[in-house]
């Protein structure tokens, strides 16, 4: 069983980095025959990796017809992301209000994960131990229909795999910026963890852009 399972995340991550390397362009079908000899793995396997990227939003089902890559709508992506950076930096006095010493420990430890996904994680874990950092920032907020309010606008587009990190130093850079938000937080300093978290939204949701 352990090893099926081994199997399925080695499959599930080279896809998942063929598609955001652009070897698998937006739109494109992926059919299960040929990914199996790509991957060298049985059919099933490569249906239950696929189903676990359509969790991720990587790749969509259409029924009848097959599985295909995730074909963001890029304004879509811009204007929720620059929502979620107004909502997010808003949250920034309601976290620094109610993130007790626990939380703060439990927020360092998911930057810490993320840190070490950074050098020896997988694409999928990666995304996971970032997604894990930010339910922990925002867990502490008594607006918790906010913090709803902004993982369903994250929940809109594509998987953070899909395009953020397109290289290596942008995935340290957003290791180094959930660390600056924890000192932030532990220095009670509400206006620059608010200037962090717009920062690391805007230039983590559109990796092309500097500043």
């Known amino acids: 069983m352990k090893q099926r399972k081994s199997v ?5 991550n080279s896809l998942a980095m063929d598609i955001n390397t652009g070897e698998f362009k937006p739109g494109s079908w992926l059919k299960q025959v040929e990914l199996a000899e790509r991957y060298n793995c049985s059919r099933s396997e490569v249906r239950r990796a696929l189903d676990q990227l359509v969790i991720e939003r990587l790749v969509q089902h259409v029924p009848n017809r097959g599985y295909h890559v995730y074909s963001p709508n890029e304004q879509q992506r811009r204007n929720i992301s620059a929502i979620r950076a107004i909502l997010e930096s808003a949250s920034a006095a309601d976290i620094v ?3 007790d010493d626990a939380s703060l420990q439990r927020l360092r430890h998911c930057a810490g994960q993320f840190e070490h996904c950074t050098q ?3 694409l999928l874990e990666q995304y996971e131990a970032n997604l894990a950092f930010h339910r922990a920032l925002l867990a502490p907020c008594a607006n918790q229909d906010m913090v709803e309010l902004i993982f369903d606008l994250r929940s809109r587009v594509p998987s953070a795999a899909l395009g953020q990190w397109n290289s290596h130093a942008r995935v340290v850079k957003s290791s180094q910026e959930h660390f600056l938000m924890v000192e932030a937080i ?3 300093d509400t206006d620059a963890l608010a200037k962090l978290i717009n920062q690391h939204i805007i230039q983590e949701d559109n990796p092309h852009r500097h500043g």
Request: glycine share 8%; charged share 5%.
């Open 186 to 188: 532990s220095n009670k």
């Open 8 to 12: 399925l995340v080695n499959v599930a």
């Open 97 to 99: 209000a109610h993130t």
């Open 120 to 122: 020896y994680g997988t």
